[in-house]
């Protein structure tokens, strides 16, 4: 495929200043160029609500699994999230069924308890940075007790973590393959052993006692655990950390929240902060989108951030609306690859939000939050904040 677009949607975006807020980019590429091409990381970007529905809907044509357009996948990427049917369907099965099989009730005392004790301890201090002292420890806790598995030093975790974060930004910034690549093996050793140390609690319990009869390949499955340890940490504690800067950037925000129906405001929360902004499928059937001809081969961006703000979907795009019904975003996906962490996701932000606005109801800024430039993940680094 060639285009000729110009300016590159991709490096406006990539070029974008602290604090790297993509919304006002979104807006002019949905009204002046809604399915263009990027030259920067060759593919097509989409930032409609109504193509990227049709694209995550249409799995025979938009394949997740690259090795449909004739792409080398190397094994240790071959997990839940790359794969298509009839492989994927195996594999999802295994891990949709352990993630019904949790204790939610159970789940909910224990973050309940975790997140009162840890806001506790902040709430003695004058300021805290609430990203990489509250939300970032407190979501690698609740995806470790999940997965059933031991416990991780966030010291390691942590850099380990955003250096596989900014290798999914690689079609932009190059630089960042080679250590994403070495930190997914250095996670791997650790994962790795997870079955065979007969771990017998949460999903790894599950799937442990499941996996001889489930037939999914061995390296599927450690790669898909070590996937969910991934996502369920950095995809919710992003969501965490959004999600609460909006609260407190929104006149009354602690105070709204308190008085709503807490399943809508937290789906609202959801669209508004888009954790996962973008993620990536492959043309395998030519197909026409927003007029334009897609062809078979071609690599398209979904930009899930940009479809939660479309005003052709949504009224009000930019305010934040805990009344929002209905809600249809684009946040945890859609489809064949929708996010599996959703309910623990939800859960988890539900707790905390709720928490801080009933019994911190003045929690506040002290210091600007700080965006990192990543663009698959949006995420913050630092938000000093008090609770008083
Ligand atoms: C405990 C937390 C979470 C876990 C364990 C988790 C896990 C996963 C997994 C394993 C998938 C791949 C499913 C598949 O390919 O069949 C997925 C997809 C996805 N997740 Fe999550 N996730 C979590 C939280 C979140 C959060 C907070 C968000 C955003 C608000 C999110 C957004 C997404 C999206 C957009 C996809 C779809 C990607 C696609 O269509 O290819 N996830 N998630």
């Known amino acids: 495929m060639s285009g000729t677009m110009i300016p590159d949607p991709i490096s406006e975006l990539a070029d974008l200043q602290p604090p790297h807020d993509p919304y006002a980019l979104y807006a002019r590429l949905r009204d002046s160029s809604p399915v263009c091409w990027s030259d920067r990381i060759g593919s097509w970007v989409l930032t409609r609500y109504e193509d990227c529905l049709a694209v995550l809907r249409d799995p025979a044509s938009f ?30 099965r295994l891990l949709v069924d352990a993630v019904r099989a949790i204790d939610y009730s159970g789940l909910a005392k224990a973050v309940t308890a975790e997140v009162g004790r840890r806001l506790a301890n902040l709430s003695r201090r004058e300021s805290f940075d609430y990203v990489t002292e509250f939300a970032a420890p407190l979501a690698l806790k609740t995806i470790t007790t999940v997965l059933g598995c031991p416990p991780i030093d966030p010291d390691w975790f942590f850099p380990l973590s955003q250096r596989i974060v900014d290798g999914m ?73 959004i999600g609460f800067a909006a609260l407190l950037a929104e006149p009354d925000g602690m105070a709204k929240l308190a008085t709503s129906a807490p399943g809508l405001a937290m789906e609202e929360i959801v669209r508004f902060a888009a954790p996962v902004q973008a993620d990536g499928r492959a043309c395998v059937a030519q197909r026409r989108l927003g007029g334009q001809l897609i062809a078979a081969g ?21 305010v934040l609306d805990f009344t929002r019904r209905p809600n249809p975003h684009l946040g945890f996906g859609r489809g064949a690859h929708s996010c599996l962490g959703q309910p623990l996701a939800i859960l988890q932000a539900r707790i905390v939000f709720t928490t801080i606005a009933v019994e911190y109801p003045r929690a506040r800024t002290v210091r600007e939050p700080v965006y990192r430039r990543n663009l698959t993940l949006r995420g913050i680094s630092s938000h000093e904040a008090s609770l008083h």
């Open 63 to 92: 394949a997740s699994d690259w090795r449909r357009i004739g792409e080398n996948t190397p094994e240790p990427l071959l997990s839940i999230q790359s794969l298509d049917p009839p492989e994927h369907t195996g594999i999802r």
């Open 169 to 241: 930004d690689a079609g932009i910034w190059p630089e960042t393959d080679e250590p994403a690549v070495s930190a997914r093996a250095e996670l791997a050793d650790v994962t790795g052993t997870w079955l065979s140390r007969r771990c017998s609690e949460g999903l790894i319990g599950y799937v442990t006692a499941a996996a001889a009869t489930s037939g999914v390949a061995r390296p599927v499955l450690l790669n898909s655990l070590r996937a969910v340890l991934h996502a369920g940490f950095e995809s919710a504690g992003r969501l965490l950390g």
């Open 298 to 318: 071609d690599p398209v961006t979904i930009m899930f951030g940009a479809a939660n703000r479309d005003p052709a979907r949504f009224a009000a795009p930019d």
